[in-house]
């Protein structure tokens, strides 16, 4: 699974409406929409249009991610995630997931104090053992970056698709990114371009 910003978006707002706001779930377009767009628990903050949504819907449909379904009675069309389709998780690992998505790289209190809501954690060791889990077998669904330049804790990032905040190995590009030398070639080529058509303009 590759997914995209608004991608991950998407599936993070479902997750955590169907755990905060079960009565609510599954979500209606413009319910989902909000949800990505709330200003408390998201990391970046957007301003997602209802047609944007609307779009990745369609496609995180295709990824059999996401199921259109219809309440009894209602026309609305309502929307729900297919992540136990898809993964075999215990109700600590999705929350874990869940606030990796909506909030990107966390260390391991943050994650403990951002889902309690869900999980009842009863130290930093249990939320510890989750994440050893989700970064263990064939197929890890989160990844242990390396400690900053003067920071003590490790933060944790998912495996579902690119993160903006994803720290790079240094000389691997990021997935979809160029590298820092592709960069600053790219640059200097542009910046002898320039020079050239300087140079014409008083040669001539």
């Given amino acids: 699974m590759n997914l995209d910003p608004a991608e991950i978006r998407i599936l993070g707002c479902l997750l955590e409406k169907e755990r905060h706001t079960p009565e609510y779930y599954p979500l209606s377009l413009h319910a989902l929409t909000t949800a990505c767009n709330q200003s408390t628990n998201r990391e970046p903050v957007v301003d997602y249009s209802e047609k944007l949504v609307e779009d990745t819907l369609y496609i995180l449909r295709d990824k059999k991610v996401v199921t259109a379904v219809f309440g009894a009675g209602s026309r609305v069309q309502k929307f729900r995630h297919n992540l136990p389709d ?119």
Avoid at 121 to 147: C, F, H, I, Y
Avoid at 163 to 190: I, K, N, Q, Y
């Fill in 86 to 204: 898809l993964f075999t998780l215990d109700p600590r690992e999705i929350a874990v997931l869940t606030v990796l998505l909506l909030r990107g790289a966390q260390t391991v209190g943050e994650i403990r104090s951002r889902s309690e809501r869900v999980a009842a954690w009863n130290s930093l060791e249990e939320v510890e053992t989750t994440l050893a889990a989700l970064t263990g077998g064939d197929e890890p669904l989160v990844r242990t970056l390396p400690t900053r330049p003067g920071q003590k804790e490790q933060r944790h990032i998912h495996l579902l698709g690119s993160t903006p905040d994803e720290d790079p190995v240094p000389g691997r590009p990021l997935p979809g990114g160029p590298s820092r030398l592709d960069r600053l070639e790219a640059e200097l080529t542009s910046l002898r371009a320039e020079f050239e058509q300087f140079k014409k303009q008083f040669e001539s």
